[in-house]
Each structure stands twice: as structure tokens, then as C-alpha cells.
């Protein structure tokens, strides 16, 4: 019987949804991430979207065998059941509420959707990205491995010893709320409300606020030598490298994949992060390499896909890359559905 798998990428501005045969990636789709009705309202997009995906695809809902969602974060549990509490798409979580209008301060996503499939694995965007690229990306074949995501967030996910790294509510590791200096003093504040986290000091809005453009902009200065933008990237680059520093203190990490908007620049951050990394204890700095991410433009479906793709099918897809043919997706209205 032919199975099929449904793979979701909840953000705080959209969320996709595809569906996949053995052969590849049949349908994809797209909506903005609903902002507003009950708590319910993003796992019913979810649940909405699929169907949408299996419509297009010209399959029944019902012969969805699995479905993976690479999701924004933290998570708590209740009972045993994920729930997500990210700031970003719970407007009742946020301290200043332009980012979300809503009201709810959780989403049940695992108790609304689970009885609607046969099986449901949901996961962190990081946790998942870091499964994807050892899958089928840049991190193939590697027991000790973390993925970093490097935009308008910082997070990240982890292999050790061949083994992934969860967590008792599945948060290992929110890397962008590590602490990177005990005096608060003049430090500015994380979008969690802590101090001095890794992702206030050096995320893309970070690197906005402390230059008056967009990053893009900072970087694109940079690159044609401008000294204000070079002076920022240059110590952007330099905290960055002690937070992956940290990471590999805990870790013992050998291989570090960057992906993520911030990211796209690795060509100029990488000699400066590296200059500073490797500074740092040469015993447990000297054997670890950086690589960029593969499937970086590809996570929206090969996120949630690695998480409930079975083994069976990883060889044939490791060695045809559909995603690289996957189908045109679909940008669906915000009112539709
Ligand atoms: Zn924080």
C-alpha cells in the first residue's frame, strides 16, 4: 500500500504544510499564521492545511499515515501532551503585543491533532532542522552535531553520541537564552524578558537595533568596507562564536551547521566566528569544523518530513533529492479556510 506523509512548519508569520509519496513531494502549500479566534485556531489551520495539501496532491486525508510538525517554541506539557508557548505566535505570552493580537498563551497542538492522524511527532524547528540535515544535509553521517539557526532567532538542535537531544519538555537547546554575561547593566533585554541572552545580543534584530538598518543592510555596508557596519559584524561575530563555544563545552560537538537568514552571510561571518572560537580551549575547539546548512531553503517541508519519514524510504531519498523538484507552493489568503 502506498503511504503518504504529511510534513508542517508552524512560524510566527506562516505556516506550510506538503505532502509526500516515496517518489517525493506531491503538494505544498502556504498561509499566513492565524493571529486571531481561540486557542484552537492554529492546530484547526493545521488540520485544514493538510487537507488542503491532500486535495491538491488528489489523495484522501485519510491515507495520511504520519504527520510531522517543525514548529516555533518553547513547548510545556500538559499531561503528556506538547503544548506550545511561543511568545511569537501567543500573543497573550508577549510583552509588547505588535507581534501577535491574540489572546491565548498556549496551543494545544499535540492534544487537538492527535487523534486526527494515526501518528503525530512534533518537534521544535531546530530539533527538526538538526534531524533533516543529518538526514539529508550537511550533517550526513554525523554522531556529534548541531544545528544552529541564525535569523531572526537563535536556536538550536543537537546530536550526541548519535543520539538526539530532547529534553524533558523537548526544549534542548534553546541556545538564543544563554546567558552571556552575569552583569545586566546596559545589556538589553530578550524577547523572553531575560537579560544578555545570546539572541538579543546577536539575532538580525539585534544587529538592526544596534546599527538604525536592517541587518541586510548592515551586512550589504560591510561588505563595501564601511567601518561602522564592519566594527558591528565584527563583535556581532565574535559573541556569537563564545555562545557555539559554550554549546561545544556542553556538547563535545565535532561538526556545527549554521542556517537561518543571518546565515545567508556565513561567507563573511565564518573566518570572523571561527577567529574567536578557536581561541577558546583548544582541546575541545581544535577538531570542530562549521559548515553552512544544505537544506536551508528546503526546511518548511524537509523539517517535519525527517521527523516521521520512514527508514525505508531515507536512501532513495538521500540519493534523488526530490525536494530539490518539489512542486510550486500554493500561498493561500489568510481568509481562506
Ligand atoms: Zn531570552
Not at 90 to 114: F, H, Q, Y
Not at 307 to 330: F, N, Y
Request: aromatic residues 8%; contains cysteine; charged residues 25%.
Amino acid at each position: 500500500m502506498q503511504e503518504y506523509f504529511a510534513a508542517i512548519d508552524i512560524g510566527a508569520t506562516k505556516t506550510t504544510a506538503s505532502v509526500s509519496s516515496r517518489d517525493g513531494i506531491l503538494a505544498r502549500v502556504y498561509q499566513p499564521t492565524r493571529k486571531r479566534g481561540d486557542r484552537g485556531t492554529v492546530p484547526r489551520q493545521v488540520d485544514f492545511l493538510i487537507g488542503f495539501a491532500c486535495r491538491q496532491a488528489a489523495i484522501d486525508k485519510g491515507q495520511i499515515t504520519a504527520v510531522g510538525i517543525s514548529t516555533a517554541s518553547p513547548f510545556e506539557k500538559r499531561g503528556e501532551r506538547l503544548v506550545v508557548v511561543a511568545p511569537n505566535i501567543c500573543g497573550g505570552l508577549a510583552e509588547k503585543r505588535e507581534a501577535s493580537e491574540n489572546d491565548w498563551t498556549e496551543i494545544p497542538l499535540e492534544e487537538d491533532l492527535s487523534g486526527k492522524y494515526p501518528r503525530l511527532r512534533i518537534a521544535n524547528d531546530c530539533i527538526s532542522a538538526a534531524v533533516a540535515e543529518r538526514s539529508f544535509g550537511a550533517g550526513r553521517g554525523e554522531k556529534d552535531m548541531l544545528y544552529v539557526t541564525w535569523s531572526t532567532g537563535i536556536g538550536g538542535g543537537a546530536f550526541v553520541d548519535g543520539h538526539l537531544l530532547t529534553g524533558k519538555n523537548d526544549n534542548a537547546l534553546h541556545l538564543g537564552h544563554i546567558v552571556m554575561n552575569h552583569n545586566y547593566e546596559g545589556e538589553p533585554q530578550c524577547g523572553c524578558g531575560g537579560y544578555a541572552h545570546l539572541e538579543a545580543l546577536v539575532a538580525g534584530p539585534a544587529i538592526a537595533r544596534q546599527y538604525g538598518e536592517e541587518s541586510r543592510e548592515v551586512f550589504k555596508r560591510c561588505r563595501e568596507g564601511e567601518p561602522k557596519a564592519e566594527a558591528l559584524i565584527r563583535k556581532v561575530a565574535a559573541v556569537m562564536a563564545l555562545g557555539l563555544y559554550n554549546a561545544v563545552a556542553l556538547l563535545d560537538t565535532r561538526l556545527i551547521i549554521l542556517g537561518g537568514s543571518v546565515s545567508k552571510n556565513w561567507d563573511l561571518l565564518e573566518p570572523l566566528v571561527g577567529e574567536e572560537f578557536y581561541k577558546c580551549f583548544p582541546s575541545l575547539t581544535r577538531e570542530v569544523v562549521f559548515r553552512h546548512s544544505e537544506l536551508d531553503d528546503y526546511l518548511g517541508d524537509m523539517a517535519g518530513l525527517s521527523l516521521v519519514m520512514p527508514d525505508s524510504w531515507i536512501a532513495r531519498w538521500q540519493a534523488g533529492k526530490p525536494w530539490e523538484q518539489a512542486p510550486e507552493i500554493t500561498v493561500l489568503e489568510s481568509d481562506v479556510g
